[in-house]
Nanobody, 129 residues
Framework: QVQLVESGGAAVPAGGTLRLTCVAE????????VGWFRQAPGKEREGISC????????YYTDSVKGRFTVSRDDAKNAVYLQMDHLNQEDSGKYFC??????????????????????WGVGTPVTVSP
């Protein structure tokens, strides 16, 4: 059974750094585009980043551009989300997901989100003032 597992969430002060990890079980992440999402309490889950399969092209929503970096580690069958200069608006639960396609939808919009086939259970991030 396909499984995605996120880890690395924590409580950090504003300005801090975290690296989230998404690992796959029972399939190879390299074959597919992988998206990162976050959901703050009382808000919709939003797409924040994606990495292509073929060429590792990356995409980011405006609010994280320049601060977050998505990358792959094929040896560990993992995708990372490096998060720098965190602020309180970054708090929420972070999820990785995929829709069994090789390319991201650059808009990272709700239609793309709703097409995701597999989701992890998420890892929480809390950024304090």
């Amino acid at each position: 059974q396909v499984q995605l597992v996120e880890s690395g969430g924590a409580a950090v002060p504003a300005g801090g750094t975290l690296r989230l990890t998404c690992v796959a079980e029972h399939f190879t992440l390299r074959y597919w585009a992988v998206g990162w999402f976050r959901q703050a309490p009382g808000k919709e889950r939003e797409g924040i980043s994606c990495i292509n399969s073929r060429d590792d092209s990356t995409y980011y929503t405006d609010s994280v551009k320049g601060r977050f970096t998505v990358s792959r580690d094929d040896a560990k069958n993992a995708v990372y989300l490096q998060m720098d200069h965190l602020n309180q608006e970054d708090s929420g639960k972070y999820f990785c997901a995929m829709d069994q396609t090789e390319v991201c939808q650059p808009k990272l919009d709700a239609t793309w989100r709703d097409g995701m086939t597999y989701w992890g259970v998420g890892t929480p991030v809390t950024v304090s003032p």
